[in-house]
């Protein structure tokens, strides 16, 4: 096969991996408009999930195989076949697919997990890959924990794999332990002295339990290596996993060095981070390189004054060439409606005439609170406002009641097409008055799994901003509320995931229809 020397394959592993982190949870609908995100983004390999590990993830992985063209669509397997019978199955509508087949390779882990001795973990490794290459000519091969791995052993089980059929040889930094000089190393001697490496492609997944995830990759990169498996905002188990925008970020900023390039459309990377967080409900850190609120700004004196001489001063990459907004503060209450259309255009937002009229009306009932409007205030306001169901609650109406000495409690007036429906209750709090009137409006009994309130922004009206998840029949949904009162922003939140619960509904009554 003809392998571009120079051209390293993003494999985006965030709706199986990052999906794995605790305290992430996404239910099919929106894994499919994070997948169709990764689409847009350009990268080149969806793991879409673990097929055979539940119901609800071969649906997923079966759902993106249908429906997202462009890239390859991966499905994980473990080294037996019914592994790859489901993998095979669910991939089955992709017109691009791989079969993506593990099994460790550490002393440790073929002792205690897996129970087996180095040939009995070579001999099924050989079978697995061979029984993929019936059903796809695509076959990826990781050696779990390779970075524990004896060289070896190593050496003689991707020789192994490569002369059975795989195409793409993994190897994992499974548990973080490797350093950039030794998975380097690793990578080069597997190259140079296996027979068959360089017809092949040699992937790196390196998790980041000692922060040196990225690093570690590149090193693997610069070593020949031309696959890098990654997850939007560095999710993952425990520490988390090699960061897409780091690594897609330092080939681009840093080609001087690598001479490499990928097929990821860089301005895409602020708005699909945006969409991880707040579909997965876990927060970007402030100084998290690249994506973080705090990449681009500037606070000391120094600072501003280089930057308004000279970007370049202190910035080694512009906000632009990563959709990063440039500007926090953009309109206020005497904006048109056209130029906030032509803002939300610029954020990355297709709107219809309506949506647009809707989030207008937000914007200027926020104007009236607060001075300035940012970006992140606008976003919020699109991001909440988006992808109704048909039949979705709306809320017309709060008051709550709290303070030393008194029972907290709220009163709700909740919309539902023509339906109006209104309830007061009491709770441990306003958050939770607010909640149980609303459980009580509607006559439906979810748990609260999540909650937590941020600030969008960071002056002191600040749009607060509420993100929760609850948990109805087994299935997790979570919701977004955005308010300059944080009571208000929580309740919305509230309905907002109640309304993706209905979403989820509507779309199973569709399927079985």
Same mark, same amino acid.
């Given at each position: 096969m003809a392998i571009d020397k120079d051209r390293v394959i993003i494999f985006d592993s965030t709706l199986r991996d990052a999906e794995q982190a605790p305290g992430a949870s996404l239910n099919i609908p929106e894994k499919l408009e994070i997948a169709h995100q990764l689409n847009k983004l350009g990268v080149d390999v969806i793991e879409a999930g673990f097929a055979v590990s539940s119901p609800v993830q071969y649906e997923?992985?079966?759902?993106?195989? /249908?429906? =997202? *063209?462009?890239?390859? %669509?991966? $499905?994980l397997a473990r080294t037996v076949q019914k592994d790859i019978d489901a993998a095979a199955k669910a991939l089955a509508p992709a017109a691009r697919r791989r079969i993506h087949t593990f099994t460790s390779t550490s002393p440790v882990q073929m002792e205690y997990m897996l129970k087996k001795n180095p040939a009995e973990v070579l001999a099924s490794a050989v079978e697995a890959v061979k029984y993929a290459r019936c059903v796809t000519d695509d076959v990826e091969f990781s050696a779990q924990d390779a970075s524990r791995s004896d060289q070896m052993f190593l050496r003689e089980i991707v020789q192994a794999v490569i002369e059975a059929g795989a195409t793409t040889i993994n190897i994992p930094d499974t548990v973080g332990y490797a350093t950039p000089e030794l998975m @380097?190393?690793? !990578?080069?001697d597997l190259i140079e002295n296996v027979p068959g490496a360089k017809n092949v492609i040699f992937s790196m997944h390196c998790h980041n339990d000692l922060g040196l995830a990225s690093a570690n990759s590149l090193a693997g990169v610069v070593a020949g290596? +031309? *696959? %890098?498996?990654?997850?939007?905002? @560095?999710?993952?188990? +425990?520490? @988390?996993?090699? $960061?897409l925008e780091e690594v897609v970020m330092a080939m681009k900023v840093r080609n001087d060095?690598?001479?490499? &390039?990928t097929g990821i459309k860089t301005e895409e990377i602020y708005r699909t981070s945006q969409m991880v967080s707040r579909l997965m409900g876990i927060e970007? *850190?402030?100084? #998290?390189?690249i994506v973080g609120a705090n990449a681009f700004a500037h606070e000391s004196g120094i600072h501003v004054d280089g930057i308004l001489k000279n970007r370049e001063t202190y910035e080694i990459m512009t906000p632009a060439s990563v959709g990063v907004p440039t500007s926090r503060m953009v309109l206020g209450r005497h904006s048109g409606k056209h130029g906030f259309k032509k803002r939300?255009?610029?954020?990355?937002?297709?709107?219809?005439?309506?949506?647009?009229n809707e989030a207008f009306d937000k914007f200027l009932e926020?104007?009236?609170? #607060?001075?300035?409007?940012?970006?992140e205030d606008i976003c919020s306001i699109l991001e909440v406002g988006m992808d109704k169901p048909s039949n979705a609650y709306k809320l017309e109406y709060l008051q709550v009641s709290s303070g030393s000495g008194t029972i907290p409690s709220a009163t709700v007036k909740i919309r539902r097409g023509d339906d109006v429906l209104q309830h007061a209750a009491w709770g441990d709090g306003p958050v939770d008055?607010?909640?149980?009137? !609303?459980?009580?409006? %509607?006559?439906?009994? =979810? &748990?609260?799994? #999540?909650? *937590? !309130? +941020?600030? =969008?922004?960071?002056?002191? /009206?600040?749009? @607060?901003?509420?993100?929760? +998840? %609850?948990t109805h029949d087994g299935r997790s949904f979570t919701g977004h509320g955005a308010s300059t009162d944080i009571v208000e922003a929580s309740a919305m939140a509230y309905i907002s995931a109640i309304n993706h619960m209905i979403r989820f509904n509507e779309t199973a009554k569709k399927k079985q229809a």
């Amino acid at each position: 096969m003809a392998i571009d020397k120079d051209r390293v394959i993003i494999f985006d592993s965030t709706l199986r991996d990052a999906e794995q982190a605790p305290g992430a949870s996404l239910n099919i609908p929106e894994k499919l408009e994070i997948a169709h995100q990764l689409n847009k983004l350009g990268v080149d390999v969806i793991e879409a999930g673990f097929a055979v590990s539940s119901p609800v993830q071969y649906e997923a992985v079966n759902l993106i195989a /249908k429906e =997202v *063209q462009g890239p390859i %669509i991966a $499905s994980l397997a473990r080294t037996v076949q019914k592994d790859i019978d489901a993998a095979a199955k669910a991939l089955a509508p992709a017109a691009r697919r791989r079969i993506h087949t593990f099994t460790s390779t550490s002393p440790v882990q073929m002792e205690y997990m897996l129970k087996k001795n180095p040939a009995e973990v070579l001999a099924s490794a050989v079978e697995a890959v061979k029984y993929a290459r019936c059903v796809t000519d695509d076959v990826e091969f990781s050696a779990q924990d390779a970075s524990r791995s004896d060289q070896m052993f190593l050496r003689e089980i991707v020789q192994a794999v490569i002369e059975a059929g795989a195409t793409t040889i993994n190897i994992p930094d499974t548990v973080g332990y490797a350093t950039p000089e030794l998975m @380097g190393a690793m !990578i080069k001697d597997l190259i140079e002295n296996v027979p068959g490496a360089k017809n092949v492609i040699f992937s790196m997944h390196c998790h980041n339990d000692l922060g040196l995830a990225s690093a570690n990759s590149l090193a693997g990169v610069v070593a020949g290596a +031309r *696959q %890098i498996e990654c997850t939007i905002n @560095g999710l993952g188990e +425990r520490a @988390g996993n090699a $960061s897409l925008e780091e690594v897609v970020m330092a080939m681009k900023v840093r080609n001087d060095y690598y001479k490499l &390039h990928t097929g990821i459309k860089t301005e895409e990377i602020y708005r699909t981070s945006q969409m991880v967080s707040r579909l997965m409900g876990i927060e970007v *850190q402030v100084n #998290k390189a690249i994506v973080g609120a705090n990449a681009f700004a500037h606070e000391s004196g120094i600072h501003v004054d280089g930057i308004l001489k000279n970007r370049e001063t202190y910035e080694i990459m512009t906000p632009a060439s990563v959709g990063v907004p440039t500007s926090r503060m953009v309109l206020g209450r005497h904006s048109g409606k056209h130029g906030f259309k032509k803002r939300c255009e610029e954020l990355g937002f297709d709107l219809t005439e309506a949506q647009i009229n809707e989030a207008f009306d937000k914007f200027l009932e926020l104007a009236d609170k #607060k001075k300035e409007i940012y970006d992140e205030d606008i976003c919020s306001i699109l991001e909440v406002g988006m992808d109704k169901p048909s039949n979705a609650y709306k809320l017309e109406y709060l008051q709550v009641s709290s303070g030393s000495g008194t029972i907290p409690s709220a009163t709700v007036k909740i919309r539902r097409g023509d339906d109006v429906l209104q309830h007061a209750a009491w709770g441990d709090g306003p958050v939770d008055a607010a909640y149980n009137a !609303i459980e009580a409006a %509607i006559g439906i009994d =979810v &748990h609260l799994d #999540k909650y *937590q !309130i +941020r600030a =969008v922004t960071g002056d002191s /009206k600040a749009l @607060g901003e509420a993100v929760l +998840r %609850i948990t109805h029949d087994g299935r997790s949904f979570t919701g977004h509320g955005a308010s300059t009162d944080i009571v208000e922003a929580s309740a919305m939140a509230y309905i907002s995931a109640i309304n993706h619960m209905i979403r989820f509904n509507e779309t199973a009554k569709k399927k079985q229809a």
